[in-house]
């Protein structure tokens, strides 16, 4: 019964940004701040060596099919859609919305 009453919140620990790439091609990875110096850093050396193997673009993975990135919605053409009404904001609020 108390673990169906306890709230499960996301972990959050800091993260840094790391570049694996050059500052023409970024390839970033974020790297939690939790672990020691060295071992950050021996990780950051890891992941530069084997930067060839990770897929930072779609170009970088040829033959995987579009089937896996499309995302179609199911809409029953016998049905109408429904346009919803206008929400209101207020000034400040919608001026940050069109920030």
Known sequence: M?????????HQ?????????????KKKVKIGTCVSTNIREELVALLRDYQDIFAWSYQDMPGLSSEIVQHRLPLNPECWSVKQKLRRMKPEMSLKIKE
């Open 13 to 25: 620990e800091e993260k840094k940004v790391v570049n694996l790439g050059t500052n023409k091609e």
């Open 2 to 10: 108390e673990q169906e009453e306890r709230e499960i919140k996301p």
